[in-house]
Protein backbone atom coordinates (compact mmCIF):
# COMPACT_ATOMS: atom_id res chain seq x y z
CA UNK A 1 0.00 0.00 0.00
CA UNK A 2 2.64 2.71 0.96
CA UNK A 3 4.48 2.02 -2.44
CA UNK A 4 1.14 2.33 -4.33
CA UNK A 5 0.56 5.34 -2.58
CA UNK A 6 3.92 6.97 -2.85
CA UNK A 7 4.26 6.05 -6.45
CA UNK A 8 0.45 7.71 -6.75
CA UNK A 9 2.33 10.91 -5.48
CA UNK A 10 4.96 10.57 -8.32
CA UNK A 11 2.45 10.46 -11.13
CA UNK A 12 1.02 13.87 -9.41
CA UNK A 13 4.34 15.54 -9.44
CA UNK A 14 4.80 14.74 -13.16
CA UNK A 15 1.72 16.57 -14.37
CA UNK A 16 1.12 13.63 -17.35
CA UNK A 17 -1.81 11.92 -17.26
CA UNK A 18 -1.30 8.08 -15.84
CA UNK A 19 -4.25 5.58 -15.28
CA UNK A 20 -4.65 3.06 -12.64
CA UNK A 21 -6.65 0.11 -11.97
CA UNK A 22 -7.25 -1.84 -9.20
CA UNK A 23 -7.37 -5.27 -10.39
CA UNK A 24 -9.24 -8.40 -8.58
CA UNK A 25 -10.06 -11.73 -10.01
CA UNK A 26 -13.38 -11.07 -11.14
CA UNK A 27 -12.07 -8.26 -13.64
CA UNK A 28 -8.92 -10.47 -14.36
CA UNK A 29 -11.57 -13.13 -15.95
CA UNK A 30 -13.63 -10.40 -17.44
CA UNK A 31 -10.47 -9.23 -19.39
CA UNK A 32 -10.06 -12.81 -20.84
CA UNK A 33 -13.00 -12.43 -22.39
CA UNK A 34 -12.96 -8.58 -23.25
CA UNK A 35 -9.86 -7.56 -25.63
CA UNK A 36 -10.47 -3.86 -24.81
CA UNK A 37 -10.62 -4.63 -21.04
CA UNK A 38 -7.43 -6.67 -21.33
CA UNK A 39 -5.37 -3.98 -23.61
CA UNK A 40 -6.03 -0.96 -21.21
CA UNK A 41 -4.87 -3.14 -18.24
CA UNK A 42 -1.60 -3.62 -20.07
CA UNK A 43 -1.30 0.30 -21.26
CA UNK A 44 -2.21 1.04 -17.31
CA UNK A 45 0.72 3.00 -15.27
CA UNK A 46 -0.13 1.25 -12.65
CA UNK A 47 -2.44 -1.81 -11.67
CA UNK A 48 -2.60 -2.99 -8.41
CA UNK A 49 -4.10 -6.05 -6.65
CA UNK A 50 -7.36 -5.51 -5.54
CA UNK A 51 -8.04 -8.99 -4.00
CA UNK A 52 -6.94 -11.98 -1.81
CA UNK A 53 -7.30 -14.07 -5.32
CA UNK A 54 -4.94 -12.17 -7.39
CA UNK A 55 -2.24 -12.23 -4.80
CA UNK A 56 -2.18 -15.96 -4.21
CA UNK A 57 -2.49 -16.60 -8.28
CA UNK A 58 0.61 -14.08 -8.46
CA UNK A 59 2.29 -15.68 -5.88
CA UNK A 60 1.29 -18.99 -7.30
CA UNK A 61 3.61 -17.92 -10.77
CA UNK A 62 6.53 -16.71 -8.97
CA UNK A 63 6.01 -13.39 -8.69
CA UNK A 64 6.49 -11.48 -5.10
CA UNK A 65 3.83 -9.39 -4.21
CA UNK A 66 3.61 -8.35 -0.66
CA UNK A 67 0.06 -7.70 0.16
CA UNK A 68 -3.00 -7.38 -1.41
CA UNK A 69 -3.82 -3.39 -2.14
CA UNK A 70 -7.89 -3.12 -2.10
CA UNK A 71 -9.15 -0.50 -4.29
CA UNK A 72 -11.23 1.26 -0.98
CA UNK A 73 -8.44 1.29 0.42
CA UNK A 74 -5.98 2.47 -1.84
CA UNK A 75 -8.69 5.57 -2.54
CA UNK A 76 -8.72 6.35 1.52
CA UNK A 77 -5.09 6.38 1.30
CA UNK A 78 -4.83 8.93 -1.81
CA UNK A 79 -7.28 11.05 -0.03
CA UNK A 80 -5.44 11.07 3.37
CA UNK A 81 -2.45 12.27 1.18
CA UNK A 82 -4.34 14.44 -0.99
CA UNK A 83 -5.21 16.27 2.38
CA UNK A 84 -1.65 16.55 3.95
CA UNK A 85 0.01 17.58 0.41
CA UNK A 86 -2.59 19.74 -0.71
CA UNK A 87 -3.58 17.53 -3.97
CA UNK A 88 -7.08 18.53 -5.22
CA UNK A 89 -9.80 15.67 -6.24
CA UNK A 90 -12.46 15.17 -8.61
CA UNK A 91 -15.02 12.75 -7.74
CA UNK A 92 -17.08 11.08 -10.41
CA UNK A 93 -20.19 8.70 -10.72
CA UNK A 94 -22.40 6.65 -9.14
CA UNK A 95 -25.94 7.53 -7.63
CA UNK A 96 -26.07 11.90 -7.45
CA UNK A 97 -26.92 10.91 -3.64
CA UNK A 98 -24.19 8.50 -2.97
CA UNK A 99 -21.83 11.24 -4.44
CA UNK A 100 -22.76 13.90 -2.48
CA UNK A 101 -22.80 11.92 1.11
CA UNK A 102 -19.49 10.72 0.18
CA UNK A 103 -17.96 13.61 -0.81
CA UNK A 104 -19.18 15.01 2.91
CA UNK A 105 -17.97 12.06 4.47
CA UNK A 106 -14.75 12.92 2.87
CA UNK A 107 -14.34 16.65 3.61
CA UNK A 108 -14.94 15.30 7.15
CA UNK A 109 -12.82 12.55 7.14
CA UNK A 110 -9.92 14.15 5.91
CA UNK A 111 -9.61 17.73 7.19
CA UNK A 112 -8.17 20.37 4.54
CA UNK A 113 -8.80 17.96 1.56
CA UNK A 114 -9.93 19.99 -1.51
CA UNK A 115 -12.17 18.84 -3.73
CA UNK A 116 -12.97 20.52 -6.62
CA UNK A 117 -16.01 19.12 -8.44
CA UNK A 118 -18.38 16.21 -8.09
CA UNK A 119 -20.41 14.65 -11.02
CA UNK A 120 -22.79 11.57 -10.94
CA UNK A 121 -22.36 8.95 -12.81
CA UNK A 122 -26.14 8.89 -14.98
CA UNK A 123 -25.27 10.21 -18.24
CA UNK A 124 -25.42 9.00 -22.23
CA UNK A 125 -23.05 10.03 -24.69
CA UNK A 126 -24.55 13.77 -25.68
CA UNK A 127 -23.37 14.55 -21.89
CA UNK A 128 -19.86 13.47 -22.08
CA UNK A 129 -18.84 16.71 -23.39
CA UNK A 130 -20.31 18.77 -20.67
CA UNK A 131 -18.77 16.21 -18.18
CA UNK A 132 -15.14 16.63 -19.83
CA UNK A 133 -15.65 20.49 -19.69
CA UNK A 134 -16.46 20.47 -16.16
CA UNK A 135 -13.64 18.21 -15.42
CA UNK A 136 -10.72 19.95 -17.19
CA UNK A 137 -12.06 23.18 -16.22
CA UNK A 138 -11.38 22.23 -12.53
CA UNK A 139 -7.81 20.81 -12.92
CA UNK A 140 -7.80 18.20 -10.38
CA UNK A 141 -4.74 16.40 -9.77
CA UNK A 142 -6.86 13.42 -8.73
CA UNK A 143 -10.03 12.25 -10.40
CA UNK A 144 -11.65 9.00 -8.92
CA UNK A 145 -14.24 7.70 -11.21
CA UNK A 146 -16.97 5.20 -9.93
CA UNK A 147 -18.77 3.88 -12.81
CA UNK A 148 -18.22 -0.07 -12.53
CA UNK A 149 -16.22 -2.09 -14.00
CA UNK A 150 -15.67 -2.39 -16.91
CA UNK A 151 -17.17 1.18 -17.83
CA UNK A 152 -14.99 3.21 -15.55
CA UNK A 153 -11.55 1.91 -17.19
CA UNK A 154 -12.95 2.36 -20.77
CA UNK A 155 -13.99 5.06 -20.01
CA UNK A 156 -11.08 6.83 -18.17
CA UNK A 157 -8.37 5.09 -21.04
CA UNK A 158 -10.84 6.86 -23.69
CA UNK A 159 -10.58 10.16 -22.56
CA UNK A 160 -7.29 10.13 -20.45
CA UNK A 161 -5.16 12.09 -22.95
CA UNK A 162 -8.08 15.18 -23.24
CA UNK A 163 -8.88 15.02 -18.97
CA UNK A 164 -4.80 15.70 -18.71
CA UNK A 165 -5.12 14.68 -14.59
CA UNK A 166 -2.25 13.13 -13.26
CA UNK A 167 -3.67 10.03 -11.45
CA UNK A 168 -7.24 8.60 -13.41
CA UNK A 169 -8.50 5.91 -11.50
CA UNK A 170 -11.44 3.71 -11.07
CA UNK A 171 -13.03 3.03 -7.67
CA UNK A 172 -16.14 1.06 -8.28
CA UNK A 173 -18.05 0.92 -5.24
CA UNK A 174 -15.67 2.88 -3.40
CA UNK A 175 -18.23 6.06 -2.86
CA UNK A 176 -21.22 3.53 -1.93
CA UNK A 177 -18.42 2.48 0.78
CA UNK A 178 -18.22 6.10 2.19
CA UNK A 179 -21.49 6.95 1.68
CA UNK A 180 -22.93 4.25 4.04
CA UNK A 181 -24.75 2.74 1.75
CA UNK A 182 -23.08 -0.61 1.73
CA UNK A 183 -20.90 -2.49 4.84
CA UNK A 184 -17.62 -3.43 4.17
CA UNK A 185 -16.33 -6.58 5.88
CA UNK A 186 -15.13 -6.87 9.06
CA UNK A 187 -11.21 -6.98 9.25
CA UNK A 188 -10.34 -10.11 10.14
CA UNK A 189 -12.56 -11.27 6.58
CA UNK A 190 -10.64 -9.08 4.74
CA UNK A 191 -7.46 -10.14 6.07
CA UNK A 192 -8.41 -13.79 5.54
CA UNK A 193 -9.52 -13.33 2.16
CA UNK A 194 -12.58 -14.19 2.67
CA UNK A 195 -14.53 -10.57 2.08
CA UNK A 196 -16.01 -11.94 -1.18
CA UNK A 197 -18.11 -14.00 1.51
CA UNK A 198 -19.56 -11.13 3.13
CA UNK A 199 -20.60 -9.58 -0.21
CA UNK A 200 -22.01 -12.35 -1.08
CA UNK A 201 -24.18 -13.33 1.93
CA UNK A 202 -25.27 -9.50 1.98
CA UNK A 203 -25.63 -9.39 -2.26
CA UNK A 204 -26.93 -12.24 -3.13
CA UNK A 205 -27.74 -10.58 -6.63
CA UNK A 206 -23.52 -11.19 -6.94
CA UNK A 207 -23.92 -14.79 -7.24
CA UNK A 208 -23.77 -14.62 -11.11
CA UNK A 209 -20.50 -12.57 -11.29
CA UNK A 210 -19.03 -14.53 -7.90
CA UNK A 211 -19.25 -17.33 -10.37
CA UNK A 212 -15.69 -15.63 -11.88
CA UNK A 213 -13.84 -16.94 -8.71
CA UNK A 214 -13.79 -21.06 -9.51
CA UNK A 215 -12.84 -20.04 -13.06
CA UNK A 216 -10.15 -18.09 -12.02
CA UNK A 217 -9.04 -20.66 -9.37
CA UNK A 218 -8.67 -23.40 -12.10
CA UNK A 219 -6.72 -20.88 -14.97
CA UNK A 220 -4.35 -20.37 -12.61
CA UNK A 221 -3.89 -24.12 -10.76
CA UNK A 222 -3.35 -25.67 -14.40
CA UNK A 223 -0.67 -22.43 -14.95
CA UNK A 224 -2.56 -20.70 -17.39
CA UNK A 225 -1.28 -16.86 -17.83
CA UNK A 226 -4.14 -15.13 -19.43
Same mark, same amino acid.
Given at each position: ? +???????? $??????????????????????? $???????????? %? *?????? !????????? %?????????????? +? #????? %??? #????? =???????????????? !????????????????? &??????????? #?????? /???????????? /? %? $?????????????????????? &?? =?? !? @??? /???? *?WMQRTGLEWLFRLVRQPQRALRMLALPRF? =????? @????
Amino acid at each position: M +AEAVARLE $EFILKRKPHLIATANAEMVMLAQ $EDSDLAAILAQC %Q *LVVPDG !AGVVWAARH %QGYTIPERVAGYDL +A #QNLLA %QAA #QKGYS =VFMFGSHPDIISKARQ !AALERYPGLTIVGTRHG &FFGKEDEPEIM #QQITAA /KPDILLAALGVP /K %Q $EKWLARNLAKLNVPVCMGVGGT &FD =VM !A @GAV /KRAP *LWMQRTGLEWLFRLVRQPQRALRMLALPRFA =VKVML @GKKG
